[in-house]
Nanobody
Framework: QLHLVESGGGVVQPGGSLRLSCTGS??????IGWFRQAPGKEREGVAC???????TVYAASVKGRFTISRDQRNTGYLQMNSLKPEDTAVYYC????????????????WGQGTQVTVSS
C-alpha cells in the first residue's frame, strides 16, 4: 500500500509563497498530482507531473504562479507564488498509474491533505 504524506502548508499573506512537499513510502511514485478543496466546493485538480517529469498539466487559475516538480523517486513538490485568498484550501497530493491528469478519478492513492490559508 502506497502511503503519501503532504507537508509545507500554513498561513501566508496575499502575494506570499509556500512550497508543498509530498513524500511517498513503499515504492517510487508514478504520476503525481496536486488537488485542492475549499469548503463547499468540489475537489479541483491543480497540477500534475508525469512519471519522468517530462509532462506537466496546470489549472488555468494557477498557471504562471504555481510550479510542480519532482525527484525521480518518491517526492513531489508544489511551489506556490503570488498566492491569493482564493487559493485557500486543503491541498492533497495523489498518485496515478494511469497517466497525468487533473481528474481525481485517475488517482488511486491520496494523502491526508495540508491546509493552506491565504489571508491578511
Amino acid at each position: 500500500q502506497l502511503h503519501l504524506v503532504e507537508s509545507g502548508g500554513g498561513v501566508v499573506q496575499p502575494g506570499g509563497s509556500l512550497r508543498l512537499s509530498c513524500t511517498g513510502s513503499g515504492r517510487p511514485l508514478e504520476n503525481i498530482g496536486w488537488f485542492r478543496q475549499a469548503p463547499g466546493k468540489e475537489r479541483e485538480g491543480v497540477a500534475c507531473i508525469s512519471t519522468v517529469g517530462g509532462n506537466t498539466v496546470y489549472a488555468a487559475s494557477v498557471k504562471g504562479r504555481f510550479t510542480i516538480s519532482r525527484d525521480q523517486r518518491n517526492t513531489g513538490y508544489l511551489q506556490m507564488n503570488s498566492l491569493k485568498p482564493e487559493d485557500t484550501a486543503v491541498y492533497y497530493c495523489a498518485v496515478s498509474v494511469i497517466g497525468c491528469s487533473r481528474r481525481p478519478d485517475w488517482f488511486a492513492h491520496w494523502g491526508q491533505g495540508t491546509q493552506v490559508t491565504v489571508s491578511s
